[in-house]
């Protein structure tokens, strides 16, 4: 347990474990259209900040989201369409 960083249970289940040195992980703030509040507080940002980042690439509706990851910074999205 020493080893982990942090763990994040996403909605279906799935664990994401990151270790001690890991580099830049991506983090899943929205999955399945629902934003993953959990994980945003956990990288130090708000729903208004990821809310305001998703309207600037041009998606205004969470619910069309099927992922949408922070790395380094940015927001990389996959819709369902």
């Given at each position: 347990?020493?080893?982990?960083?942090?763990a994040v249970q996403e909605q279906n289940g799935q664990l994401i474990v990151v270790q001690m040195g890991d580099e830049n992980p991506k983090y899943?703030?929205?999955t399945d259209?629902?934003?993953?509040?959990d994980v945003l507080?956990?990288?130090g940002?708000?729903?208004e900040w990821l809310l305001d980042n998703l309207s600037k690439q041009g998606h205004d509706n969470v619910?069309?989201?099927f992922i949408a990851e922070y790395d380094k910074?940015?927001?990389?999205v996959v819709t369902y369409k």
């Amino acid at each position: 347990m020493k080893q982990v960083k942090r763990a994040v249970q996403e909605q279906n289940g799935q664990l994401i474990v990151v270790q001690m040195g890991d580099e830049n992980p991506k983090y899943p703030v929205v999955t399945d259209g629902v934003i993953q509040v959990d994980v945003l507080e956990s990288i130090g940002r708000s729903e208004e900040w990821l809310l305001d980042n998703l309207s600037k690439q041009g998606h205004d509706n969470v619910a069309n989201i099927f992922i949408a990851e922070y790395d380094k910074g940015a927001v990389t999205v996959v819709t369902y369409k």
